[in-house]
């Protein structure tokens, strides 16, 4: 694929060249996704068993209804809106076996864990936190190089590096760092803005 494609462009292209029958096409699209759709169930909260078997729903209705996608571009949203219907479906089903299970006790007081608040944001929180998690990597991606890199080291080392720490690694004076760090951000913006 050149290198030149957005993110949405790639994913067009390797669905149209799914409905041609291209197997490795599949199994490229796959692997871009395979983490992202894993990872929406695990941290809705499912065992790595039920994560699993979302995986396999979301990427078995990717296969049956890749001809009818409207949108391929979308593709991405299409996947993690999928996978979260999924993953909310799989839970929904968890907690009624909990509540049938629950069915035969005598009496109506609730049990000690039930007292609890959760302090946990609840899974749909979590699912559109992680979306947005993943949007980010996304329009990392579509920078170029060095605002890429300026961004990583600026943002996402731990622990966070100083001005000074920041220009000896990019090579830069330091007075640069502040006014390089606000078109970066502005970069930023502006592809998340091209994704959304």
């Known amino acids: 694929m050149p290198d030149a494609m957005t993110p949405s462009q790639?994913?067009?292209?390797?669905?149209?060249?799914?409905?041609?029958?291209d197997q490795r096409a599949w199994a490229e699209l796959v692997?871009?996704?395979?983490?992202?759709?894993?990872?929406?169930?695990?941290?809705?909260?499912?065992?790595?068993?039920?994560?699993?078997?979302?995986?396999?729903?979301?990427?078995?209705?990717l296969y049956e209804h890749i001809d009818r996608l409207?949108?391929?571009?979308?593709?991405?949203?299409?996947?993690?809106t999928t996978a979260k219907r999924e993953s909310l479906r799989a839970l929904e089903q968890g907690r009624r076996i909990v509540a049938l299970a629950g069915a035969?006790?005598?009496?109506?007081?609730?049990?000690?864990?039930?007292?609890?608040?959760?302090?946990?944001?609840l899974p749909e929180q979590v699912l559109e936190s992680l979306?947005?998690?993943h949007q980010l990597r996304r329009a990392l991606d579509a920078l170029d190089e060095r605002t890429r890199e300026f961004i990583v080291l600026a943002f996402l080392q731990d622990p966070a590096l100083s001005y000074q720490e920041l220009a000896?690694?990019?090579?830069?004076?330091?007075?640069?760092?502040?006014?390089?760090?606000?078109?970066?951000?502005?970069?930023?913006?502006?592809?998340?803005?091209?994704?959304?």
């Not at 790639?10 to 029958?21: H, K, M, P, S, Y």
């Not at 992202?36 to 994560?51: D, F, H, K, M, N």
């Not at 690694?169 to 502040?178: N, P, Q």
């Open 31 to 61: 692997q871009r996704y395979q983490r992202l759709i894993y990872t929406v169930p695990r941290r809705a909260g499912l065992s790595e068993a039920q994560s699993a078997d979302v995986f396999q729903t979301v990427f078995t209705r």
């Open 10 to 21: 790639l994913d067009a292209a390797l669905v149209a060249r799914c409905r041609q029958g």
């Open 168 to 196: 000896a690694r990019l090579g830069v004076a330091e007075g640069s760092i502040g006014p390089t760090r606000a078109r970066c951000i502005a970069k930023l913006r502006a592809a998340m803005d091209r994704l959304s």
């Open 131 to 133: 979306q947005l998690h």
């Open 70 to 80: 409207a949108d391929p571009e979308r593709l991405h949203a299409w996947l993690v």
């Open 104 to 121: 035969d006790r005598d009496d109506d007081a609730p049990e000690p864990i039930e007292q609890v608040p959760d302090p946990d944001p």
